[in-house]
């Protein structure tokens, strides 16, 4: 039973040509915000990925704060000149040749816990992340706190993930205390947006 509070952030599970592959980005120099593996990420004008934002599900509206996909992990060269793999950025990392992995792919299915219960009729609704609560992660493991919403934007709204099905592992069933679900990214850079159901 899924009773714990607390998440890992959205961990990619399926894609339909039953292959998982991260694309390559890149992140800012600098760049003053921590990105664990497992959270959303969106692409900015500068052609960089940054932590994405949470638009705070707010139920009968379409908030259109759109993700580019999902950090998995980072490499770069630090400002010693030392070469670094790493599953999380760290906040204000002076470093070259950075290279940032993103599961992008829309049609990429993701399992996530929520932040509070959710029944079976969630299904073709939507919900935005949340769990962004200081640290927003952790630095040794270098996962992420995300979580997805409980609260659900309702029909004809347009949230950030879509819920496809309720995860299926022993441990968890829909309205647990804190809902492990599959879900997509249904507010996506590279592709129209489409309302829940």
């Known amino acids: 039973m899924s009773s714990v509070a ?11 040509s039953g292959m998982l592959r991260a694309s390559v980005y890149t992140i ?5 915000a921590n990105i664990f593996k497992g959270d959303p990420v969106k692409l900015v004008t500068a052609g960089t990925i940054q932590l994405g934002t949470s638009d705070g599900t707010r139920a ?4 259109n704060i759109s ?28 470093a070259t040749n950075i290279v940032a992995y993103v ?3 829309p049609l990429t299915q993701y399992s996530v816990k929520a932040d509070g ?5 969630a299904v073709g609704d939507q919900a935005d992340f949340s769990g962004f609560a200081a640290p927003g992660g952790s630095t ?16 004809a709204a347009q949230g950030q993930f ?3 099905d309720v995860d299926r592992s022993a441990d968890n069933a829909w309205s647990d205390s804190y809902t492990k679900v599959i879900v997509r990214i249904a507010e996506h850079q590279y592709v129209a947006e489409i309302a829940a159901v």
């Open 103 to 105: 599961y992008d792919d």
């Open 140 to 155: 040794t493991t270098g996962l992420s706190a995300c979580t997805l919403s409980s609260t659900l934007v309702g029909a």
């Open 162 to 164: 879509r819920i496809i």
């Open 117 to 121: 219960s959710i029944a079976a009729t």
């Open 67 to 94: 993700l580019i996909g999902v950090f998995a992990g980072c490499e770069y060269v630090d400002s010693s000149g030392k070469p670094t793999v790493s599953s999380f950025w760290p906040t204000g990392t002076t």
């Open 6 to 16: 607390g998440g890992t952030g959205f961990t990619p599970i399926q894609h339909p």
């Open 60 to 63: 009968g509206t379409v908030d």
């Open 28 to 32: 800012a120099s600098a760049y003053a």
